[in-house]
C-alpha cells in the first residue's frame, strides 16, 4: 500500500527541541493528532491515509518519544499540558484548534481543553475515558517506589531486527496485518549500535508516577470543555475493558461533556488508528465537517 508522504521539522518548545510531523498541504485546514503513552508520531499513518479531505495534519511526537528530545530522567505530566499550549501558539495562534487524541494525547487534550475552553474548537477522543481509581495505591507507597526506580536506568526492551519486532507488534495484536505491522516496526522503533531494535521511546516513561490519580480531577475539567467533543470508543478497548461492565460509571463519565457524542469502533482494540483506520478517520471527518 502506498502510503501518504509525511515531513517533518524541529522546533523549540520549552527549552526543548520538538519533532513535529505534517501531512497535507499548508493551506489546508489544521487538525492536530496527539499520540498516545509510548508511542509516537507515525502511529497515525493508516488514518491519514484513509481522510477523504484536504487536511493538513500536525502531529508533534511528545517530549521523550519519537525524535523528540529525550530527559533521559522521569517526566513531569503536566509538562504536555504546557508543551501543548506552545504547540497550539506556534502553528495556531490566531484561531481555536481541532484536536485528535489517542489515549494518553485524548487525555492531555481534553484535559488542555477544559482547563483553555476558548482555544479548542473540537475535540476528538480516542478510546479514552479516564483511569479507574487506584484500589491500594497511596502517596507513601508511590513516593517510595518511584525512588527506588531512580537509583537503577530502566531497561528499553529489545528486539532482535526489525521483523521481530513486528512479529511482536502482531502477537500484542491479532487485528494487526503484517503489512501494517511491518511499517509500524519499521517507523516507530530506534536501531541500537548492536543492531538490536527498541521502541522509539524514552525508557523512563516506564517508571511510575508517584502521584495518586485522581479520576475526579479529570472529570472536572471534562465539564469545562465548550467545545463539541466525540468519543470513539473501540469494542475491544482499555474505555470498554475498564467501564463496560458498569454502565452507570461509563454514563457518568460521558455526561460530563456538555456537547458530547459516543460512537463505537467496531472490531477493534485500543489502538484503534492501527485496527480500524477507515472506520476511525470517516467518524473524524463526519465530526469535523459537521455545521
Not at 526543548?16 to 496527539?34: A, K, M, T
Not at 505530566?77 to 501543548?84: E, I, K, M, Q, V
Request: with cysteine; proline share 7%; aromatic share 12%.
Amino acid at each position: 500500500m502506498k502510503h501518504r508522504p509525511s515531513r517533518t521539522e524541529r522546533i523549540p518548545v520549552r527549552g526543548l527541541r520538538y519533532n513535529i510531523r505534517h501531512w497535507g498541504n499548508e493551506g489546508s485546514p489544521v487538525v492536530f493528532f496527539l499520540h498516545g503513552w509510548m508511542d509516537c508520531s507515525p502511529t497515525f499513518q493508516f488514518v491519514v491515509d484513509a481522510l477523504q479531505q484536504d487536511w493538513h495534519v500536525i502531529a508533534p511526537d511528545w517530549r521523550g518519544y519519537g525524535d523528540s528530545e529525550w530527559l533521559s530522567r522521569p517526566y513531569w505530566f503536566p509538562d504536555y499540558y504546557a508543551d501543548l499550549h506552545e504547540i497550539l501558539a506556534h502553528y495556531s495562534s490566531g484561531c481555536p484548534a481541532r484536536l485528535v487524541g489517542h489515549s494518553m494525547g485524548a487525555n492531555i487534550a481534553a484535559i488542555y481543553a477544559g482547563a483553555f475552553p476558548k482555544r479548542v474548537s473540537q475535540l476528538v477522543m480516542l478510546d479514552f475515558l479516564g483511569l479507574k481509581p487506584p484500589i491500594d495505591d497511596d502517596s507513601p507507597t508511590l513516593i517510595n517506589r518511584w525512588v527506588r526506580h531512580l537509583g537503577r536506568k530502566p531497561a528499553g526492551g529489545a528486539y532482535a531486527s526489525i521483523e521481530a519486532f513486528a512479529r511482536r507488534f502482531i502477537e500484542m495484536n491479532p487485528r494487526l496485518c503484517e503489512s501494517r505491522a511491518v511499517f509500524l516496526a519499521e517507523n516507530l522503533c530506534r536501531c541500537l549500535a548492536d543492531g538490536t531494535v527498541e521502541m522509539n521511546c524514552d525508557p523512563w516513561h516506564r517508571v511510575p508516577s508517584p502521584m495518586v490519580y485522581h479520576a475526579e480531577d479529570n472529570l472536572a475539567c471534562w465539564r469545562r470543555i465548550e467545545a463539541p467533543v466525540l468519543l470513539a470508543i473501540a469494542s475491544h478497548g482499555f474505555a470498554n475493558q475498564r467501564f463496560g461492565n458498569d454502565p452507570e460509571e461509563f454514563k457518568r463519565r460521558t455526561n460530563c461533556f456538555r456537547n458530547g457524542q459516543v460512537v463505537p469502533i467496531a472490531d477493534a482494540g485500543h489502538n484503534v488508528q492501527h485496527d480500524q483506520p477507515e472506520c476511525v478517520a470517516q467518524v473524524i471527518e463526519a465530526f469535523l465537517c459537521r455545521e
